[in-house]
């Protein structure tokens, strides 16, 4: 099992960056598939990116692509996802997400069963 927090958010403006962090417990967060999800308010839960256990692959959503870069550091149990170029439309809250697979973008993208409890990003013009 895993517990995940995440921080990192805040407002931006338009153009800006941030990096969001997620804190892992447990000592087997080296072994999970982890991913970032956004939910916008009025709107479903989407996937944004996910990273295979090793950092070998990752997978990005078309909408931040190029923009966005999921990494990992397995030795300090840590998530992170840095967002350059940022859009009014990236405000949503972010979660963190650990136990999907990494095989293919399909399974990647529907994220696994373990969850943070968000991290507000506003994005402002």
């Known amino acids: 099992q895993v517990q995940l927090v995440e921080s990192g958010g805040g407002l931006v403006q338009a153009g800006g960056s941030l990096r969001l962090s997620c804190a892992a417990s447990?000592?087997?967060?080296?072994?999970?598939?982890m991913a970032w999800f956004r939910q916008a308010p009025g709107k479903e839960r989407e996937f944004v990116a996910a990273?295979?256990?090793?950092?070998?692959?990752?997978y990005y959503a078309d909408s931040v692509k190029g923009r966005f870069t999921i990494s990992r550091d397995n030795a300090n149990n840590s998530l992170y996802l840095r967002m350059n170029s940022l859009k009014p439309d990236d405000t949503a809250v972010y979660f963190c997400?650990?136990?999907?697979?990494?095989?293919?973008?399909?399974?990647?993208?529907?994220?696994?069963?373990?969850w943070g409890q968000g991290t507000q990003v506003t994005v402002s013009s």
């Open positions: 990273i295979s256990y090793n950092g070998f692959s990752t």
């Open positions: 447990g000592r087997t967060f080296s072994l999970y598939t």
């Open positions: 997400n650990a136990g999907g697979s990494a095989i293919t973008y399909a399974a990647a993208s529907r994220g696994g069963g373990y």
